[in-house]
């Protein structure tokens, strides 16, 4: 079956360093993936997509790689503020019979500490 | 630019009994989607809308689970009769279309307790 799995457990970081979440998955041939930031009592916020032919994107402080070999995206935060405390959300896209479906994963839990 | 709106906020509600939550995306977004996320889960998609016609419900428990788009804009899902499993948060969300890595906007989402 398929699975989408991220860090099970919570990340703490110190300020000002880089943060590494992973999200790896199996038996899944995705066409893209997006990363979500998702704080307590609100919807998910999207952060990045990336896709299939793309080894790596960038946003200001936030970077994702692909590897479609490993079948892995890493999220990295680099010099991480306390307001980057959250919950990452990794999510798969791939074109279905009716439409393009997006599979999440549970989530990892970033805690930035000053 | 307004966001997606979804009401109620929070519901509690008895097991069997029934409930609507509401949701109205973002203005010229053609694609709604209704997720589950139960605690300490991601997101599950329950059914997607392509402006008023249905795109994939296939994880949507159809039994007790109805949704619909009326005139393509607002949309609304309905549980009846509710069991304690559905205890969750209800989230909405809109993109512009269906289209290959479309970015998903959600609403605050509608949290669900049966007791």
């Known amino acids: 079956s398929q699975k989408i799995e991220q860090n099970s457990e919570a990340l703490n970081i110190q300020e000002g360093k880089t943060a590494t979440l992973t999200c790896n998955y199996t038996?899944?041939?995705?066409?893209?993936l997006q990363w979500y930031r998702q704080d307590p009592g609100r919807g998910p916020v999207f952060l990045l997509l990336?896709?299939?032919?793309?080894k790596e994107k960038r946003k200001e402080r936030l970077k994702v790689t692909f590897d479609t070999t490993l079948k892995q995206s890493l999220f990295h935060i680099t010099a991480s503020q306390p307001a980057d405390s959250a919950t990452y959300l990794c999510?798969?896209?791939?074109?279905?019979?009716?439409?393009?479906?997006?599979?999440f994963g549970k989530g990892t839990s970033l805690l930035v500490t000053p | 630019e307004a966001g997606v709106a979804q009401s109620p906020r929070y519901k509690i509600i008895e097991k069997r009994q029934s409930v609507a939550f509401w949701c109205n995306p973002i203005s010229g977004h053609a694609t709604l989607y209704w997720y589950q996320q139960i605690l300490g889960q991601g997101p599950k998609l329950l059914i997607q809308?392509?402006?008023?016609?249905?795109?994939?419900d296939s994880q949507l428990p159809k039994d007790r689970f109805s949704a619909e788009r009326l005139k393509g804009v607002d949309s609304t899902l309905k549980i009846q009769p509710a069991k304690l499993e559905d205890s969750a948060v209800y989230l909405c969300?809109?993109?512009f279309g269906p289209g290959l890595g479309s970015e998903q906007y959600f609403g605050p989402g509608t949290r669900l307790t049966v007791t």
């Open positions: 809308f392509q402006n008023n016609g249905v795109v994939d």
């Open positions: 969300a809109s993109s």
């Open positions: 990336i896709r299939e032919n793309e």
């Open positions: 999510a798969l896209g791939s074109n279905s019979n009716s439409g393009y479906a997006l599979n």
């Open positions: 038996n899944y041939s995705p066409a893209y």
